[in-house]
């Protein structure tokens, strides 16, 4: 039996970067997470301890530092494609890079100039792959919380034994999108593309008249899909935030979808991906990325 080393790679992560953009008085915020993991010829490290072929990831960090005061740091796509280039192009053992970025989002307060507030914990997020001259770029959203207090049924689901939960004609539906998009090419306006798509997931979440989260789910990748022709593929992670209405009758008192008890866990999680069906074929787009 012979033992071999697997796919393997390493990197530096989740490199907290701010940077101050100062316009006179005016000041704009870019706060980010980065993460970078490089690939290629490694197996002299795994294998004997020799790390002639690896740059430290002390080296990627400070990197990631650098690439932020010589150039702005702009889109996170645009930033994500420099440093993954780089590495690549600059080290002669290294044939792919996979960076991941998360940007927490900063909304300056009325009349100040240079004082902000976080609005809430919704993240922009990229991954960028680069394998030689070729690159893949799968961009998203996080945290991004919606709630409709009508518009939503669950019935006609199978009952057993064990089924205690009751069928509805109109409860809150709520839930924590985690949504990622993998682009047909990389000649894209990051910020025009990610304004709009989420605009059109939201506008589609609250439009849509839900028989289901699953219904709700295709029909967000599906809105995105139809206006959006720079998108290949759409994956979506939703848990089902319950909302439990209150038994208030041991108190004389009629509870007609007016008191609810949030539950926090267990959840029912829903994920699926809506794609075209002629979309390129995603290369390495996906990998090391959660399914959903």
Known sequence: MAIVLGPNQYGKAENRLVTVSRNGSVHTIKDLTVSTSLRGDLADTHLTGDNAKVLATD????????FAKQAPVGEIEDFALRLGRHFV??????TGARILIDEHGWERIDGHDHSFVRGSDEKRTTAVTIEGSQAWVVSGVR?????????SEFHGYPKDPYTTLKETN??????SVTARWRYVGTDVDWAKSFTEIRSIMLKTFADKHSLSLQQTLYAMGEAVLQARPEV???RLSMPNKHHFLVDLSPFGLENDNEVFYAADRPYGLIEGSVLRDDAPDAGLAWS?????
Do not use: C, H, M, W
Not at 59 to 66: G, L
Not at 89 to 94: L, M, R, T
Not at 144 to 151: D, E, H, I, R, Y
Not at 288 to 292: D, G, I, R
């Open 59 to 66: 080296t990627q960090k400070n990197t990631v530092y650098a």
């Open 89 to 94: 192009s600059s080290q002669e053992a290294i």
């Open 143 to 151: 945290d991004l919380v919606v709630l409709k207090s009508t518009g």
């Open 170 to 175: 109109d409860r809150i539906l709520a839930t």
């Open 232 to 234: 290949a593929e759409v």
């Open 288 to 292: 090391t990325l959660p399914a959903f």
